[in-house]
Structure formats: C-alpha cells, structure tokens
C-alpha cells in the first residue's frame, strides 16, 4: 500500500512538472510569404527552430507558418504590430507604417551584398529600425530576398527602351511604383499571393522579384524572358513583436538575438550562391535571359534618390558607405 501510494505522488509530480512545462512554454508563430522550400524557410526549420528551441529547452517552441498561410504580407505585418502573429520574415511592407524605411530600397542604392548587409546589420540599420519599435515592432535581423529583377511575357529586356508597353505586377510600395513608373513600366498593384495566377492568365505581362523569390515561386513556368535589372536591393526583416519581445528574459532575448543572427547569415549565403545556378537553370527550360546596359536605369532613377535625400539624409552615410565595397 505504501509502494502505491508512493508511486501516486510520484506520478502526480511528474505530471504536474509537465503540465507547467507546457503551460509556461512561450509559442512563437513565424509567418512569411515563401514557398516551403525556398531557402528562407529551409533555413527557418533547419536552424532557427532548433537554436531557440534547445537553446531554452522548450521553453520557448517555434511554429513555422510559410506561403501566406497566416494571410498576406499586409495581413501578417499588421498581426506582428498587433501581436496576434508573434514574428514574420517580412520584406519591406514596413515602409507603409515607417517612411524612413523607404531609403532601404531606393534603386541601386546598395553597391553589392556586403554593402547592404553592413547598412542593415550594422548601425546605420539600427537607426532606422529604431523608429519601428515606436509602432511595437523590434526588428532582429535583416537578410536578403536578393536585388530584383523583371521578368515577362512580351518580350526580351535588352535595354531601357524595351521596358515600354509591358504591364507590371509591383507591390504596394511608394518607391517601386515610382521607380518602374519612371523606367518606363505601366504598373499593377498586386499582392504576392495572386502573381502566378495574373502571369499565367496574362492579367499582367510580367513581375519584379529577386531571381529566388521567382524561382522557388514557380513563376519562371509561365514567364518567357528574364531581364538582370538589379534595380532594388529586396531586404528582408525578421520580426518580431515588441510586448512579446519584452515577456522574454535577458538569456531568453539574447538567443533569440543569435539565432535570428545566425538565419541571416545562411541565408544571404545561400542567395548568394544560388544566382548563378537559377540563371542555368531557367536558362535550361527555355527563358530567355538578358543583361540589358544599367547605365541608362541608373540615370533614370537620380531624380528619385535625390527626392528622397532631402527628407532622409542617411541616404548620404549608406552611399558613402558604399564606397568601401564598390
């Protein structure tokens, strides 16, 4: 009698040490617009999840919530600000809460990738981030979509010319408007969830991404030309929201910190390195692509830099910057 009842107290402190495990255990949703293989979410379950979630011994769990299931890229960057979505791998979205994030993708604003990963993993980055907590929203890293470039239906892009009479999906951003507008594009707003759909069904002639986005994206299937514009740096942000970043303990937000670290870091090796096997690769399936001369682009679009560099005078430390990595 006495063995069973020790077992009972046994088991009923065993359970209770689970129940409070689970219940204390802090679940962080990540939503994100990439596809399930696209090396943003490769990454995010072959290292992120497993840093955080080790690294505090479960007391912290990750749910990885890729290709828009939490909505759109407009509907999760407003659940992050809110706080019913805990984190996102969001592109710029942010520049329609915080204007200064505009200057982040300016055109040909950053000379090469290690010039936009030191602005936006560096100083010049925390400046600019610094006025997203303002709305609730603690940026940990940032890490490359990659620079963009236009692909089509209508024909090849072999110089600025060739941009004119081709209707363009771009997303809605005051900047990319302005820059396709002024490069000669008719252009679309559209969200990213509806791209294939409007390319395959010729509601839009073509689409500006970063050649991975596209790729993993499935859009180069019913897309004949691919023009290597590198117009826009794409940044990407990982996220998370500021009262729940707040929750966390010191050792907690400093894990978080690293392993958000960490994930940028593979992945800018990752786009990195995959350029040049996408490009042989779509080239292989018969898409045309092009080099057109950016000379001609980047004269284009002064004008709008230099709009922008009166209201935002850290345009001028990212450009000088640049001169280290030209």
Same mark, same amino acid.
């Given at each position: 009698?006495k063995k $069973?009842?020790?077992?009972?107290?046994?088991?009923?402190l065993?359970?209770t040490?689970?129940v409070?495990?689970?219940? *204390?255990?802090?679940?962080?949703?990540?939503?994100?617009?990439?596809a399930?293989?696209?090396? +943003?979410n =490769?990454?995010?379950?072959?290292?992120?999840?497993?840093?955080?979630?080790?690294?505090?011994?479960?007391?912290?769990?990750?749910q990885? #919530?890729p290709?828009?299931q939490? %909505?759109? !890229? &407009?509907?999760?960057?407003e659940? &992050?600000?809110? %706080?019913?979505?805990?984190?996102?791998?969001? %592109? $710029?979205?942010?520049e329609?809460?915080?204007?200064?994030?505009?200057v982040?993708?300016?055109?040909y604003?950053?000379?090469?990738?290690d010039?936009?990963?030191?602005v936006?993993?560096?100083?010049?980055?925390?400046?600019?981030?610094?006025?997203?907590?303002?709305?609730?929203?603690? +940026?940990?890293?940032?890490f490359?979509?990659?620079?963009?470039?236009?692909s089509?239906?209508?024909?090849p892009?072999?110089?600025? !010319?060739?941009?004119?009479?081709?209707?363009?999906?771009?997303?809605q *951003?005051?900047?990319?408007?302005?820059?396709?507008k002024?490069?000669?594009?008719?252009?679309?707003?559209?969200?990213?969830s !509806?791209?294939f759909?409007?390319? =395959?069904?010729?509601?839009?002639d %073509?689409q500006?991404?970063?050649?991975?986005t596209a790729?993993?994206?499935?859009?180069?299937d019913? @897309?004949?030309?691919?023009?290597i514009?590198?117009?826009?740096?794409?940044?990407?942000?990982i996220?998370?929201?500021?009262?729940?970043w707040d929750k966390?303990s +010191?050792? @907690?937000?400093?894990?978080?910190k690293?392993?958000?670290?960490?994930?940028?870091?593979k992945i800018?090796?990752?786009?990195?390195? @995959?350029?040049? !096997?996408? &490009?042989?690769?779509?080239?292989?399936? *018969? +898409?045309?692509?092009?080099?057109p001369?950016?000379?001609?682009f980047?004269?284009?679009? @002064?004008?709008?830099?230099?709009? #922008?560099?009166?209201k935002?005078?850290?345009?001028?430390?990212? =450009?000088?910057? *640049?001169?280290?990595?030209?």
């Amino acid at each position: 009698m006495k063995k $069973n009842y020790l077992k009972i107290i046994v088991l009923s402190l065993f359970l209770t040490f689970v129940v409070s495990s689970l219940v *204390g255990a802090t679940t962080l949703k990540i939503a994100n617009y990439y596809a399930v293989d696209h090396p +943003v979410n =490769q990454i995010l379950r072959e290292t992120f999840k497993p840093m955080v979630e080790e690294g505090t011994n479960g007391e912290i769990k990750v749910q990885i #919530y890729p290709n828009n299931q939490l %909505g759109a !890229e &407009v509907e999760f960057c407003e659940g &992050v600000k809110l %706080g019913t979505i805990e984190m996102a791998m969001s %592109g $710029n979205m942010w520049e329609n809460y915080v204007p200064i994030f505009k200057v982040n993708q300016l055109p040909y604003m950053f000379v090469n990738y290690d010039h936009a990963n030191a602005v936006l993993n560096g100083p010049i980055g925390e400046k600019i981030y610094s006025h997203l907590e303002k709305i609730g929203v603690k +940026v940990l890293a940032s890490f490359p979509n990659g620079f963009r470039v236009v692909s089509n239906n209508k024909k090849p892009i072999r110089s600025i !010319e060739d941009c004119k009479g081709i209707k363009l999906r771009v997303f809605q *951003g005051e900047v990319i408007i302005k820059e396709m507008k002024a490069l000669g594009f008719d252009t679309v707003v559209m969200p990213f969830s !509806e791209i294939f759909t409007a390319l =395959q069904q010729g509601v839009v002639d %073509g689409q500006d991404n970063p050649l991975a986005t596209a790729y993993y994206a499935g859009w180069y299937d019913v @897309q004949k030309y691919v023009a290597i514009t590198n117009h826009m740096y794409s940044p990407g942000y990982i996220v998370i929201n500021k009262r729940v970043w707040d929750k966390l303990s +010191v050792e @907690q937000q400093d894990l978080l910190k690293e392993a958000a670290r960490v994930t940028a870091e593979k992945i800018l090796d990752a786009v990195r390195s @995959q350029t040049d !096997e996408i &490009v042989k690769e779509i080239t292989s399936k *018969g +898409v045309i692509v092009t080099h057109p001369d950016l000379k001609p682009f980047i004269e284009k679009v @002064q004008p709008i830099i230099n709009e #922008y560099r009166e209201k935002y005078p850290i345009i001028d430390e990212i =450009q000088e910057l *640049g001169k280290e990595y030209l």
